[in-house]
Structures are given as C-alpha cells and as structure tokens.
C-alpha cells in the first residue's frame, strides 16, 4: 500500500506518540508499504519550529532528509501539476500546506494519513 504523511501523523509516527492510529502505524511500519514524504512536511514543520511553535518537532525539522532515508520513506518533491491542483481546491480551507498535501494525495492517487477532517472537504482520499 502507498500513503503519504500529513505533518503531524509524520511527527507522531516518528515520536511513537499514541495519537497516532493503530491502523496509520500498521501500514507504515509494514515492509510492503510505499511511505512518501511531502517536501511540504519540511516546510510546515520547519516553519512552526522556527515561530516556537512545535518544540518536540525540533530534531525532526533539522534532520528530516536523514530520517527519511533512515526510515526507506520516498521523499515527495512539489512539481508544477501539484501547485496548478492545489491552486485549483475549491474548499474554503486556505492553510497552504494543507491545500498542497491534499494535491499531492490526488495527482499521486496516494491517501493521506491525517487526523485533520478539513481534508475530507478536498475530496482527499484519507486512512485514519
């Protein structure tokens, strides 16, 4: 199966915070499993590190390239086709980052591991 992280699911897998879904680790600890990772998750948890505020996410802002060859994830770059989709949503949700992962998720055919329902108004594909 392939997903694609959402920030914060990102940051509670890598943490092993239990907020994380049960079914969300399943799949992502399963060898089987294509697990992307978003060039948006570095820009967003960057950012919030930066501005104060997501202190536990400071060793993953620094170090997430590292982590995620560590980990065998596929690093997500932005493309053109990404930015024209998410220019596109009609949703009324203007956060930037979220508006590119819901992008991502459809142009790729990849579902988005996320506990944010404000994806669902995309019409993005979600595990939870």
């Not at 092993?16 to 969300?24: D, E, M, P, T």
């Not at 978003?38 to 620094?62: D, F, M, Q």
């Not at 949703?91 to 790729?108: G, I, K, N, W």
Request: aromatic share 10%; proline share 4%; glycine share 4%.
């Amino acid at each position: 199966m392939k997903i694609l992280f959402d920030s914060h699911a990102l940051v509670w897998y890598l943490t092993g915070n239990k907020r994380l879904s049960h079914k969300a680790r399943e799949i992502a600890d399963n060898l089987e499993s294509d697990v992307f990772i978003s060039a948006v998750c570095a820009w967003e948890i960057a950012a919030k590190v930066n501005r104060g505020r997501w202190p536990e996410a400071t060793h993953i802002a620094s170090s997430l390239q590292e982590i995620t060859l560590g980990q065998a994830f596929t690093a997500l770059p932005i493309t053109i086709e990404h930015a024209r989709v998410a220019g596109f949503l009609s949703a009324r949700h203007h956060d930037p980052f979220d508006r590119m992962l819901a992008a991502q998720s459809q142009v790729e055919g990849v579902p988005l591991v996320t506990a944010d329902p404000a994806f669902r108004a995309f019409g993005t594909s979600v595990i939870w």
